[in-house]
């Protein structure tokens, strides 16, 4: 997601486009792939509340997804098509994992008048990396 489109949605929800959250948004942005947290923004200079201000606001807009995995700190990412996620117990990696079809598997069994709201997939076990550290 680029960030007009953030700023975008923003204006359309009648939020102001402040300094911080610009700032913010462009750090997200540039980390698009990953996942990330919130001491990612910490040593940036911005104050604890705002990080967590912008962060939930992005998360009401379903712009970012809040994840609490396992043995892990609090995490996000920007929403993206369905999918699910590997987490290494040992290093504590997380890869995400394409899961073609996922959206559409609940549908198929509970019908068409469904509506869910949430859904996550998680697997846990020991990277290839780990393995290989480990032999």
Known sequence: MREQEIYNKLSEQKYRITQPRKEIIKLLVEKDA??????DFKNKGYKVATIYNVLNMLTELKIIKRYNFENSEVLYEFSKKA????????????INLALPGLSCLP?????NNTTISKSKVEFYGVCAKCNEKNE
Do not use: S, V
């Not at 999918?83 to 997380?94: A, N, R, T, V, Y």
């Not at 549908?107 to 019908?111: R, T």
């Open 34 to 39: 990953q996942h990330f947290k919130i001491d």
């Open 83 to 94: 999918h699910g996620h590997f987490i290494c117990e040992q290093c504590g990696d997380i």
């Open 107 to 111: 549908a198929k069994q509970l019908g």
